[in-house]
């Protein structure tokens, strides 16, 4: 007889051990981490230098400079989410465990979710302190650009992991990640650079910070069992 599944505290130790697992896989390979940080002081940076050096201009365009090369950063980590997972047979022990008293693969793969925007959106925003001094934005403004950018980059994390999900094991996937993803990043890039202007012309922002964070609840209720029916449908076809 089948032993009854476990409460959700038994799915502790797995779920720690698939955290662990993406940790270490990073931590050997530290340019990688560099690399995310890299790309997006290299992008914003490049900006300035393209414009008059007036500090109106600059103020007027930064938040939106700092938020593209934030997203794009943060999209060119999560491309291949799953791509080597699928090819590894990773994604094929996560389903095996979800049928005999495992943790849900829904589960397991929300916590790569979360695992992968720490790492990809972590260096991005221990790095744009320094990159926004560039565009002059005041002490008002800074801490709305990290809210903004912490709540955003967790929604595009989390809509990138399902769009890598669908691409996984197919020629071209993080290119193909990008595309599908870029259209949905819209809104999240209109609220959080919303919320930096107008922290920067001292009105409220609020409402743009609440509105991203209902975008992250909605994406994580979403987006975790959508990549899990995409890589469970995957890991079938292979």
Not at 217 to 224: H, N
């Amino acid at each position: 007889m089948r032993p009854d599944r476990p409460a959700h505290g038994g799915w502790a130790r797995p779920l720690r051990a698939t955290v662990r697992r993406e940790l270490r896989l990073a931590l050997s390979q530290p340019a990688e981490l560099l690399w995310h940080a890299g790309f997006f002081v290299m992008v914003a940076a490049l900006f300035p230098l393209s414009l008059r050096p007036e500090g109106a201009t600059l103020r007027l365009l930064g938040p939106g400079v700092l938020w593209v090369a934030a997203l794009l950063a943060v999209l060119l980590a999560c491309g291949r989410l799953f791509h080597d997972d699928l090819r590894g047979g990773w994604i094929d022990q996560c389903v095996l465990a979800g049928t005999d008293d495992g943790p849900p693969l829904a589960l397991l793969v929300g916590a790569r979710m979360a695992v992968q925007w720490l790492l990809a959106a972590g260096p991005v925003l221990l790095a744009a302190p320094l990159v926004a001094l560039q565009f002059g934005l005041d002490g008002t403004a800074l801490p709305v650009l990290l809210g903004s950018l912490a709540l955003g980059s967790a929604v595009l994390v989390a809509v990138a992991g399902v769009a890598a999900a669908l691409t996984a094991g197919l020629r071209g996937a993080a290119l193909l990640a990008m595309l599908m993803v870029l259209p949905l990043a819209v809104p999240a890039l209109v609220f959080g650079t919303m919320a930096v202007h107008a922290a920067q012309a001292g009105r409220a922002f609020a409402a743009e910070l609440q509105l991203l964070g209902a975008m992250l609840a909605m994406a994580m209720l979403a987006c975790p069992p959508l990549g899990a029916a995409a890589l469970r449908a995957a890991a079938a076809e292979e």
